[in-house]
C-alpha cells in the first residue's frame, strides 16, 4: 500500500492536460486514481489503461487511502465534470 507524490508536468499544457496526466499515471504503474473530480478526457484515457477511477473523495492521502482499503470508495463509471473544469478558474466553461 503505497502512494508517491509526482509534479504534474502536464499542468501548463494548453490541450491535452487530462490525457498527458493519465498516461503518465499509468506508466508509473498506479492501478488506481482517488481524487474529488475526473473530466472526460482523463477518464477515457485512465480507463482505457485499466485504471480504476475513483471520485468524489476530500480529506487526507491517509484518510483517502484508509477508506480504499476498507473499501468504502467506489469505481466511478462515468466522468465527473466538463471538460477545462477548473481551468483559469472558468469552473467547466469551455475557453472562447
Do not use: C, D
Amino acid at each position: 500500500m503505497e502512494f508517491k507524490a509526482v509534479q504534474n508536468t502536464a499542468i501548463a499544457s494548453m490541450h491535452g492536460t487530462g490525457i498527458q496526466a493519465a498516461q503518465f499515471i499509468r506508466n508509473e504503474g498506479a492501478t488506481a486514481v482517488i481524487t474529488g473530480n475526473v473530466g472526460p478526457n482523463a477518464f477515457q484515457a485512465l480507463s482505457a489503461a485499466g485504471v480504476k477511477v475513483i471520485t468524489g473523495v476530500s480529506g487526507t492521502v491517509r484518510e483517502a487511502v484508509e477508506r480504499y482499503k476498507r473499501g468504502e470508495l467506489n469505481e466511478t463509471g462515468a466522468p465527473t465534470v466538463g471538460g477545462h473544469f477548473g481551468v483559469g478558474g472558468r469552473r467547466g466553461q469551455r475557453w472562447r
